[in-house]
């Protein structure tokens, strides 16, 4: 079988309102991909930087794949979220990115953005905190039933990711 190993870090966070950030972040790729080591899934910390406009995570991620083919091709997913002084966490935004079917180092820029609601739900938002989340998590990255949300972008998730192919050539694999 061919092989993908992503070695890479999230770097951080930027353009979101407030500091003291932490990402959830996830790894799909379709049913003829078999991870070899490595984790699917993870959380950063929260960085609550006192004076920058970003957050940094340098957060590792190292995942080993098995395919059969390119079909399914792996695609990152994230979660952003604010924690505030008492310790209760809000949603800020969701993204996804394809991984790069190229081999070496890439930089990556992810977008998120977050569902809006009505505007009682907003004025809610305002004073309680919270807000609207999604009921199911794979929107994120199928684009079915994305098309029929209202959003509003919010920031971007900076990744440096590098990707080594191995055995493509081998068994007939172009990418």
Request: with cysteine; charged share 15%.
């Amino acid at each position: 079988m061919a092989e993908v190993h992503v070695i890479g870090q999230i770097v951080g966070a930027s353009g979101f309102p407030d500091h003291s950030l932490f990402c959830k972040w996830g790894i799909h790729s379709g049913g003829g991909w078999k991870i070899l080591s490595g984790l699917r899934e993870g959380q950063t910390q929260v960085d609550n930087p006192q004076s920058q406009d970003a957050a940094y995570f340098a957060h590792p991620i190292d995942v080993h794949f098995a395919t059969k083919g390119i079909q399914g091709w792996p695609r990152m997913h994230f979660q952003v979220w604010h924690q505030d002084t008492f310790g209760r966490n809000e949603l800020y935004g969701y993204g996804f990115v394809h991984l790069p079917t190229s081999p070496g180092q890439h930089d990556i820029d992810c977008p998120t953005w977050r569902p809006t609601g009505t505007f009682m739900e907003s004025v809610s938002q305002f004073f309680l905190g919270g807000g609207p989340h999604l009921k199911n998590p794979d929107l994120i990255y199928s684009g079915a039933d994305r098309y029929k949300l209202q959003t509003i972008a919010m920031g971007k998730i900076h990744l440096r990711i590098g990707i080594i192919l191995r055995n493509f050539d081998k068994f007939g694999i172009e990418c």
